[in-house]
């Protein structure tokens, strides 16, 4: 026979306690995170000096470069970018000060734009370039092995594969 007490334990949910990370793993998630924070900084900072932008402008020059007629409807570019509308909004206004990036109207979608790499963003671009690489070269490629980049790539392909869910409403930074 069920008493009260017995009912309320079995229909609660039980409690789970966390997946506590193991040493290893502790060693591991605050390597990444130092790596990470520092990879950035570092690349911001060799931008900021060499072309007087930081990393997440660049990033849009070279995605609007690589993409058909150097131009993306807005949303694609944030999408491709991994941020959020309002950052890219707020980034493309200062590409469009500098006159590397201006914003055409979409014909087929009134409240749709396109963010167009002007021939001044390529000449930026092609400019800034060669230090960048430099500076993503000398950060990670010299330091690894061919086998080690290649891990590496495997590794952060499955973990960014993870972290885009396709169901509807995800709650992804190109969404919000």
Same mark, same amino acid.
Request: hydrophobic fraction near 40%; aromatic fraction near 6%.
């Given at each position: 026979?069920?008493?009260?007490?017995?009912?309320?334990?079995?229909?609660?949910?039980?409690?789970?306690?966390?997946?506590?990370?193991?040493?290893?793993?502790?060693?591991?998630?605050?390597?990444?995170? +130092?790596?990470?924070?520092?990879?950035?900084?570092?690349?911001?900072?060799?931008?900021?000096? +060499?072309?007087?932008?930081?990393?997440?402008?660049?990033?849009?020059?070279?995605?609007?470069?690589? %993409?058909?007629?150097? /131009?993306?409807?807005?949303?694609?570019?944030?999408?491709?970018?991994?941020?959020?509308?309002? /950052?890219? %909004?707020?980034?493309?206004?200062?590409?469009?000060?500098?006159?590397?990036?201006?914003?055409? +109207?979409?014909?087929? +979608?009134?409240?749709?734009?396109?963010?167009?790499?002007?021939?001044?963003?390529?000449?930026?671009?092609?400019?800034?370039?060669?230090?960048?690489?430099?500076?993503?070269?000398?950060?990670?490629?010299? /330091?690894? %092995?061919?086998?080690?980049?290649?891990?590496?790539?495997?590794?952060?392909?499955?973990?960014?594969?993870?972290?885009?869910?396709?169901?509807?409403?995800?709650?992804?930074?190109?969404?919000?």
């Amino acid at each position: 026979m069920n008493t009260a007490s017995d009912t309320a334990t079995d229909t609660a949910p039980a409690t789970e306690e966390p997946r506590w990370l193991t040493a290893e793993e502790q060693r591991t998630w605050l390597a990444y995170v +130092d790596a990470a924070t520092l990879l950035e900084d570092h690349l911001d900072r060799q931008l900021q000096r +060499d072309a007087g932008m930081p990393h997440l402008y660049y990033h849009l020059l070279v995605v609007l470069s690589g %993409s058909p007629q150097r /131009r993306l409807r807005m949303t694609e570019l944030a999408m491709s970018t991994k941020i959020t509308r309002s /950052r890219l %909004s707020h980034a493309v206004a200062r590409l469009e000060k500098n006159g590397w990036v201006r914003r055409e +109207d979409c014909p087929s +979608d009134k409240r749709g734009q396109f963010a167009v790499l002007t021939p001044g963003g390529q000449e930026m671009l092609e400019k800034s370039a060669p230090g960048h690489v430099a500076a993503v070269r000398q950060a990670i490629f010299d /330091r690894l %092995s061919p086998e080690q980049q290649k891990a590496l790539g495997e590794i952060m392909g499955i973990i960014a594969e993870g972290l885009q869910p396709t169901e509807v409403g995800a709650d992804l930074p190109w969404l919000r």
